[in-house]
């Protein structure tokens, strides 16, 4: 069976600032204090190979982590945040332009083929969260830890719980319910020759993958606000 741990980066500037987050924007102090402590926490974790994408606020978190896990590590842009609007992009979160592409991206997020601009819609969000899965389950190790980001995640784990089958308006769903802590750890299991999920029966055999942990952020306890 193989276990996939994903760890949301820590905080970054665009979380907590007033400007929104393009690829280069970096951890905020507290997120490099969230990263550290996440680092010891994977340390203690059977960790064959690190996996992370290629945005500043994920290679960062990723490396507190190589710190603390020397083992091989590989970027992509699998693993990236969806791609918004060029007409976003390190503006203000109040910016009036901005603020339409982001009310008419959420009222239309489940519209098939639908797009405000150049951002990723729903359908590439789907095929890329299921590229993850398939790049993941090919993969030679049995133990992966990948940092990533919450909306993608949530993407994934959408596609895990329905299968092929996800539609738009289940993805809201998963959106709005599945809430993603910074360095929240996720993980999944996957096993195509495993005829059952524990406590749940027979498996289908077009579904491999598993939900096992999600959210889990017991280290932030210990990380003072």
Known sequence: MKK????????????????????????TE?????????????AKLPIEIIL??????????ADFILRKVPKPIEYSDLFVERRRPSEVLGKPK????ACRAEEEIKANFSKPNWRFSDEE????????????????????????????HGFILRIIIACVLFGNDLKGEECERCIRSFHMENTGITVLGYD???EAVPGFGDKDKNAPWWLWVWNDHAHLGEVKN
């Open 4 to 27: 996939v741990y994903f760890v949301r980066h820590g905080e970054s500037e665009g979380n907590s600032g007033p400007i929104r987050q393009t690829a280069a924007t970096g951890l």
């Open 30 to 42: 507290k997120g490099r204090s969230q990263a550290a402590f996440v680092a010891e926490r994977c």
């Open 52 to 61: 992370s994408s290629t945005m500043a606020r994920a290679k960062e978190t």
């Open 94 to 97: 109040d910016n009036p332009i």
């Open 121 to 148: 819609n729903f359908d590439d969000l789907k095929n890329r969260a299921f590229a993850v899965l398939d790049h993941l389950a090919q993969r030679p190790e049995d133990t992966i830890l990948v940092v990533t």
């Open 192 to 194: 195509i020759d495993d």
